[in-house]
C-alpha cells in the first residue's frame, strides 16, 4: 500500500498490530519541551502536551533518519489541517497514533495505542523513534529493518459518526436524533436485530461520551 492510500483522519491502523483495550490505557507523563540555561533539551511532565507538540517531536526524529515531511503520514483520529497534520482539540474515544513512511523503496510503521491521550501516544512513538535510531548507531540496522517493515494497512475503523449518520461534529441533540431515527428502524422489535441495534447503541454512547 502506497503513503497515498493511506488516511490521516481517521486512525488506519496497521494490520498485525494489537489494539490496547480501552480499561488497560494509561495516562503518560510526557510534558512540554523545555530548554535549560546551557541550551540542553530535556523533557518536563509539567504543563499537558498538545497534540501540535508531539506531532513536531515525531517529526523531528524522522528527520533525524533523514525523512522529508512528504514522505510521512501520520494518522490519528484527531481532524487535520490543510497541510495534513492532526490539530489539538477535543480528545477522541479511540486515541491510537500511527506513523507510516517511506524509506527509500521500503515501507514502514509505528503505532501506538497505550495511553488515553493522542498526544501522548504521539510522543511515544518519537521517543521509541529516538531509541531505535540508538539500535542503529550501536550496529543495530538489521533488527531496526525488522521492526519497521513489513505493514500492511487495515482499512480505517468504523466511527461512531460514520454509524449514525452524522458528521464528526454533531451536537449532542443531533446525536440522539440519530439514534432514534436509526432505532425505529433496526430496533429487533420492528424486524431488526440485536447485533445492529447493539452496533447503534454503542455509536451513539460513544458520540456522547466525546461531547
Excluded at 139 to 155: K, Q
Aim: with cysteine; net charge positive; glycine share 8%.
Amino acid at each position: 500500500m502506497s503513503l497515498e492510500a493511506i488516511e490521516t483522519f481517521p486512525l488506519t491502523w496497521p494490520e498485525g498490530w494489537r489494539r490496547t483495550e480501552a480499561h488497560r490505557r494509561t495516562r503518560a507523563q510526557f510534558g512540554r519541551r523545555q530548554s535549560r540555561g546551557t541550551g540542553d533539551v530535556t523533557w518536563s511532565v509539567r504543563g499537558q502536551l498538545t497534540v501540535a507538540m508531539a506531532v513536531e517531536r515525531v517529526l523531528e526524529e524522522l528527520a533525524r533518519m533523514g525523512l522529508q515531511r512528504h514522505r510521512i503520514v501520520i494518522s490519528t483520529n484527531v481532524p487535520v489541517k490543510r497541510d495534513g497534520l492532526p490539530v489539538s482539540g477535543r480528545e477522541p474515544v479511540d486515541p491510537g497514533a500511527a506513523v507510516y513512511w517511506m524509506n527509500g523503496r521500503e515501507r514502514r510503521c509505528m503505532a501506538i495505542d497505550r495511553y488515553d491521550r493522542v498526544a501522548d501516544n504521539l510522543a511515544a512513538i518519537a521517543a521509541t523513534l529516538d531509541a531505535m535510531r540508538a539500535i542503529e548507531r550501536h550496529g543495530g540496522a538489521e533488527i531496526l529493518d525488522r521492526a519497521f517493515t513489513g505493514f500492511v494497512a487495515l482499512p480505517a475503523p468504523e466511527q461512531w459518526w460514520q454509524v449514525l449518520g452524522v458528521s464528526a461534529q454533531a451536537s449532542r441533540d443531533d446525536i440522539e436524533a440519530a439514534h432514534r431515527r436509526l432505532a425505529m428502524k433496526h430496533h429487533p422489535d420492528r424486524g431488526g436485530s440485536d447485533a445492529e441495534m447493539a452496533r447503534i447503541n454503542a455509536a451513539r454512547d460513544a458520540g456522547m461520551e466525546a461531547r
